[in-house]
């Protein structure tokens, strides 16, 4: 069974600095592009960063780029994001995300549980 479990949402300062885990399980993970997303309240789900290949390049929304650095583990099967100079804007549920590369389908994606990140004076 896949399994995505996250890890290191909290709450942090304006140009503070958190880093997201993202532990996968169950899945051939060099099979899968893995992101990040993420959903403030009220908001809808926006993807944050991707890596679609295991030694691929990293795309970022436009909104965290040089501020957030997605990487992926392809030993551990892990993928990271660090988040640097963070902004209330930032706040969010952040959730990782698995999609097989063969089907190249939404519908076929697996989502971790999500983990709250919160910016705040």
């Known amino acids: 069974q896949v399994q995505l479990v996250e890890s290191g949402g909290g709450l942090v300062q304006p140009g503070g600095s958190l880093r997201l885990s993202c532990a996968t399980s169950g899945l051939t993970f060099s099979l899968y592009a893995m992101s990040w997303y993420r959903q403030a309240p009220g908001k809808e789900r926006e993807l944050v960063a991707a890596i679609t290949s295991p030694c691929g390049s990293t795309n970022y929304a436009d909104s965290v780029k040089d501020r957030f650095t997605m990487s992926r583990d392809n030993a551990k099967k892990t993928v990271d994001l660090q988040m640097n100079s963070l902004i209330p804007e930032d706040t969010a549920v952040y959730y990782c995300?698995?999609?097989?590369?063969?089907?190249?389908?939404?519908?076929?994606?697996?989502w971790g549980q999500g983990t709250q990140v919160t910016v705040s004076s």
């Open positions: 995300n698995a999609r097989p590369r063969v089907t190249w389908l939404p519908r076929d994606d697996y």
